[in-house]
């Protein structure tokens, strides 16, 4: 199984950028897929998932109303409206429906947002 993430990359306050997680090696119809993110010298927080059959989508509140999760045969993630505080390493991941951990991660991919 692979998740390879791309797409990050440096912007200013207010752009936009788009996220993509190329997926291969098993069927993911039963699985969420999901976006986390790490800045520097904080924990790995969750951004946002959606199930693969389906499509629904959840949020954390920081995201809410200004990224959107979605997918066709890979899974984005369109940042619009930036902020520095979106500064991070990004990684997307994918789980079983039927489970809480995400067992597959792909290498992360870091975005900056400059003021």
């Known amino acids: 199984v692979q998740l390879q993430a791309s797409g990050g990359g440096s912007v200013q306050a207010g752009g936009s950028l788009r996220l993509s997680c190329a997926v291969s090696g098993r069927d993911f119809s039963n699985y969420v897929m999901g976006w986390f993110r790490q800045a520097p010298g904080k924990e790995r927080e969750f951004v946002a998932t959606?199930?693969?059959?389906?499509g629904a989508t959840y949020y954390a509140d920081s995201v809410k109303g200004r990224f959107t999760i979605s997918r066709d045969n890979a899974v984005y993630l369109q940042m619009n409206s930036l902020k520095p505080e979106d500064t991070a390493v990004y990684y997307c991941a994918a789980r079983r429906r039927d489970l809480s951990r995400y067992d597959y991660w792909g290498q992360g991919t870091p975005v900056t947002v400059s003021s």
């Open positions: 959606i199930n693969w059959s389906g």
